[in-house]
T-cell receptor, first 112, second 113 residues
Framework: GQSLEQPSEVTAVEGAIVQINCTYQTSGFYGLSWYQQHDGGAPTFLSYNALDGLEETGRFSSFLSRSDSYGYLLLQELQMKDSASYFCAVRAINTGGFKTIFGAGTRLFVKA | DTEVTQTPKHLVMGMTNKKSLKCEQHMGHRAMYWYKQKAKKPPELMFVYSYEKLSINESVPSRFSPECPNSSLLNLHLHALQPEDSALYLC????????????FGPGTRLTVT
C-alpha cells in the first residue's frame, strides 16, 4: 500500500524559514514531488527529488532521504503569499504504470 | 502556452442528470489525468490517459465515464451521481504518463443535489 504523512498545519512569521516534513511508505517508489495550492486555486508544481540530497529553486528547497523514506520542503524568507496548502506526492510505479499519490497536505499560515 | 483549461467552472446537477466536464491543453502533452478533490483533502487520482488510451482507472464507479477524443481534449461524462460526488474535479496533463511535473487546470466545482 501507499501512505504519506505530513503535518496538518504550520504557522510561521513573515521573513522566517519553515520546514514541512513528509514521510512515506510506498512500494515502487521513484521520487517525491511537492505541490502548492492556494485556496480556490489549482495545485502548482514546486519541486521533485528522485535522488538523495537537496534541490534548491529560489526561496524553496526540497530534500530527500530514500533510506529514511523522508523528505522535506524548506521555504525561506517567507512572504504572506506563501500562505497555502503544500502537498508532498510520491511518484510510484505499479501495474498500469507510474502514479502520483498525494499526501494529505500541510496548511501553512504566514503571519505578519 | 502552459495552461490547462477546464469548463465549466461551476456545475450544479441533479442525481438524474447527465453532464460532461471538459479539459483542454495545447502543450503537446501525451498524458492527461482526472483527479477528485474534496474540501481540505488532497487530490485523488481517478483516471490516467496515455496517448489517448485509458491506462489507469482507480476503481472509479461507472457513473463517471472518461473520454479522450484527441491528444488535447479530455472529457468526464457524469450520470446518476450521488450527493457525495460533490467535489472539485481537477484535470492535469504531463509530457508523458507518470511524469513528476503535472500541470493542473483550475478545476470544475461540482455540486450534486
Amino acid at each position: 500500500g501507499q501512505s504519506l504523512e505530513q503535518p496538518s498545519e504550520v504557522t510561521a512569521v513573515e521573513g522566517a524559514i519553515v520546514q514541512i516534513n513528509c514521510t512515506y511508505q510506498t512500494s515502487g517508489f521513484y521520487g517525491l514531488s511537492w505541490y502548492q495550492q492556494h485556496d480556490g486555486g489549482a495545485p502548482t508544481f514546486l519541486s521533485y527529488n528522485a535522488l538523495d540530497g537537496l534541490e534548491e529553486t529560489g526561496r524553496f528547497s526540497s530534500f530527500l532521504s530514500r533510506s529514511d523514506s523522508y523528505g522535506y520542503l524548506l521555504l525561506q524568507e517567507l512572504q504572506m503569499k506563501d500562505s497555502a496548502s503544500y502537498f508532498c506526492a510520491v511518484r510510484a510505479i505499479n501495474t498500469g504504470g507510474f502514479k502520483t499519490i498525494f499526501g494529505a497536505g500541510t496548511r501553512l499560515f504566514v503571519k505578519a | 502556452d502552459t495552461e490547462v483549461t477546464q469548463t465549466p467552472k461551476h456545475l450544479v446537477m441533479g442525481m438524474t442528470n447527465k453532464k460532461s466536464l471538459k479539459c483542454e491543453q495545447h502543450m503537446g502533452h501525451r498524458a492527461m489525468y482526472w483527479y477528485k478533490q474534496k474540501a481540505k483533502k488532497p487530490p485523488e487520482l481517478m483516471f490516467v490517459y496515455s496517448y489517448e488510451k485509458l491506462s489507469i482507472n482507480e476503481s472509479v464507479p461507472s457513473r463517471f465515464s472518461p473520454e479522450c477524443p484527441n491528444s488535447s481534449l479530455l472529457n468526464l461524462h457524469l450520470h446518476a451521481l450521488q450527493p457525495e460526488d460533490s467535489a472539485l474535479y481537477l484535470c492535469a496533463s504531463s509530457q508523458e504518463s507518470g511524469d513528476y511535473e503535472q500541470y493542473f487546470g483550475p478545476g470544475t466545482r461540482l455540486t450534486v443535489t
